[in-house]
């Protein structure tokens, strides 16, 4: 619906990619595990390998957790804007359509956080 | 020979009629929806602005004598808590990190509810909400002062308190309270009534008062607690101007109820979003707690809210549908927002700590559903990690809510194991909410929320560093220049209270009051 305005409303997006320095922003979440306390928001070029942002990029963000070292993501259960879906790790971010702002999310079956607190 | 007296003064209801009614005129130069241009554009009916009824009846010279009277008694209680060193009297210094929350999240509110009641009492056609308006708008300001004046002692001896007046531009959390505020002032006058006038002042200003101004009283802070008393009479007026408001609108024309409606569903999310933060402070930043925040919400929202909105059905108005979603939250949002906190605490104006093993045994009798299931385990392994010496930083920045700007920390809620993602698409471009109430927001005015500036894309935009930062120079830390950028001292104001100056000079100021040293 359109806002109700005095004049006519219409302003600029505030995080288009073209402001992001030719980077995007992809979220990553690891689900069931709380310990981290939202999804993860990470600012990258669209020409990065999925096993790099698997390899190089998420440990940084998720080796806090004790469960991490027992984490091979090329196992775990991926979800792509809520939906089922498998990464290739040799592809991009652009080839795989992980577009602009693109939540991903990741199951590690197994793995059910501090004491199976889902933390 | 007997004089006839001349009754000298008016009784309240003249006195009253007179100085709230036909005050102004026709205007002939320019129109009068010239004059008054907010007016309509929202689509509110308004047939006879004379149908305003203030209940208390206020006239600004009564307002004026009242409220000087009330300044008097704060400032001889400031002064002597002042000149007796009362910060030394709080319970524990973990307490002093309430206060820098209200400081920076809540003081600021009240100015800019200041400027957005004086802009709704220009824009209103009538005199009596023009008046009441006023009298609100002239509150806010003084509470704005009064708490930045009683606060300002704690400045002289404890950090964070030092620049909150920049910080609600800046830091990621304050985003939170700003940003409401910002969509409410960017509203039309009727929505701002709704919004802060309803919504904030009358259904949830319980839920942020009492908490902090009993968080006060039972901490042992006798300036706070008097700023609060000081209020609190204004409060009370407040919240029924923000009822005599719905009511007035809802009676003047059948047409204005969905567009009520809708305002009251958004607001009344709006504002429990906001309100996790003070859920937060009640659990987790009060040494001695008065309630638990779930208790609050019983308390205050459901009961009290429900008896409102029994009221109100009379008109057609139901309670908000997301509400529902509020009812399960209570359990979680206060647990889930300090652990938040806990982790981001290097990027925070205040220090955070994770609770003894007493303050665990009163949540978990608090919250039996949820505390020893889904949280107690986080806290004691964070807990134990730190004492290995191993405190537990989260350096990667969190994805956020594009409506209330929380970090997506909330579940779902038929699983609070599970974040609650929600996804929009709007010209092509993706949008990400945290829950069924923030997303239907988001939804009905996209071109509004499309705008929001959420911090950690400001951050990644290369928005937040000091002029003059050359994020490709070598070594750049972008959280270091962050923080400069937000004037948070690394190492002073932020991180645990475990080891902080905070920690130590309160121990060694209270020492040389207590014992021979």
Redesign the interface.
């Known amino acids: 619906m359109a806002v109700k305005a005095l004049k006519h409303y219409q302003f600029p997006a505030a995080d288009t990619q073209d402001k992001f320095h030719g980077n995007q922003l992809v979220y990553v979440g690891w689900d069931k595990h709380l310990f981290f306390c939202a999804p993860f928001a990470f600012c990258l070029p669209p020409n990065t390998r999925f096993g790099d942002l698997c390899d190089k990029v998420l440990p940084q963000a998720f080796s806090a957790h004790p469960e991490w070292s027992q984490v091979d993501l090329s196992k775990a259960v991926w979800k792509k804007s809520g939906q089922p879906w498998q990464p290739d790790m040799n592809k991009t971010l652009a080839e795989l359509g992980i577009g602009h702002k693109e939540a991903l999310r990741f199951e590690t079956p197994g793995l059910n956080g501090i004491q199976g607190s889902c933390s | 020979m007997d004089m006839q007296a001349t009754k000298k003064k008016l009784g309240l209801k003249e006195k009253y009629a007179h100085m709230t009614r036909g005050l102004d005129w026709e205007t002939t130069y320019q129109s009068m929806d010239k004059v008054f ?2 007016a309509a ?3 509110i009916k308004i047939h006879d602005w004379d149908k305003w009824e203030d209940p208390f009846r206020l006239t600004m010279d009564a307002y004026w004598k009242y409220q000087a009277e009330k300044e008097r008694k704060l400032y001889a209680v400031l002064d002597a808590f002042a000149q007796n060193n009362g910060h030394l009297g709080v319970t524990d210094a973990r307490y002093i990190n309430a206060l820098k929350l209200f400081l920076t999240g809540i003081s600021p509110l009240e100015y800019v509810a200041h400027r957005g009641f004086a802009a709704a009492g220009r824009n209103f056609p009538g005199v009596g909400p023009r008046v009441a308006c006023l009298m609100q708008s002239l509150d806010e300001v003084r509470h704005a002062q009064t708490q930045i004046h009683a606060l300002s002692n704690y400045n002289k001896h404890y950090n964070g308190f030092h620049d909150f007046k920049h910080m609600i531009e800046r830091v990621w959390y304050l985003s939170v309270p700003k940003s409401f505020f910002d969509d409410a002032f960017s509203a ?1 006058p009727f929505e701002w009534m709704i919004a802060i006038g309803f919504s904030f002042e009358y259904v949830l200003t319980n839920l942020l008062f009492v908490p902090f101004m009993s968080g006060a009283a039972y901490n042992g802070d006798m300036g706070t607690v008097t700023v609060g008393f000081s209020a609190q009479s204004d409060e009370a007026r407040h919240m029924t101007l923000g009822l005599e408001c719905i009511k007035f609108m809802l009676e003047q024309d059948p047409d204005n109820l969905p567009i009520v409606q809708k305002w009251i569903d958004k607001w009344a999310w709006r504002g429990t979003r906001v309100l996790t933060l003070v859920g937060m402070m009640m659990d987790y930043m009060l040494p001695k707690r008065v309630m638990s925040w779930k208790e609050a919400w019983e308390i205050y929202f459901e009961q009290n809210g429900g008896a409102l909105f029994n009221d109100l059905a009379r008109y057609g108005i139901k309670v908000p549908e997301c509400l529902s979603q509020a009812a399960i939250d209570k359990e979680h949002i206060s647990h ?1 927002a300090w ?2 906190f806990y ?2 605490s290097g990027a925070a104006d205040f220090h955070t700590w994770m609770p003894t093993d007493e303050e665990m045994d009163w949540l978990s009798a608090k919250y039996p559903n949820t505390f020893d ?6 806290f004691t ?1 964070w807990r134990e990690e730190a004492e290995k010496g191993n405190r ?1 930083y ?1 350096s ?5 809510c594009q409506v209330c700007q929380i ?3 909330f ?1 779902e809620p038929d699983d609070p ?3 609650c ?1 929600r ?1 929009s698409e709007y ?1 092509g ?4 909410t945290c829950s069924d109430g923030c997303k239907h927001i988001f939804d ?2 996209p ?2 929320y ?5 911090p ?2 400001q951050i ?3 928005n937040c560093f000091p002029e003059g930062t050359d994020p490709t120079a070598e070594g750049f830390n972008p959280l270091a220049e962050v923080l400069k950028w937000y004037h948070v001292e690394h190492g002073r104001d932020n991180l645990d209270f475990e080891g902080s100056e905070d920690q130590k000079n309160f121990a060694a100021w209270r020492g040389m009051a207590t014992k021979n040293v």
């Open positions: 241009p907010q554009f929202e689509g039309g889930q652990a938040t982790q981001y299931k889904y949280y107690r385990p986080r392994h537990f989260n990667t920045l969190p994805m956020l970090p997506m920390l579940t194991t599970q974040i993602y996804e010209q471009e993706k949008y990400h009905n005015e071109d509004k499309i705008q929001a500036w959420l950690v894309h990644y935009q290369g």
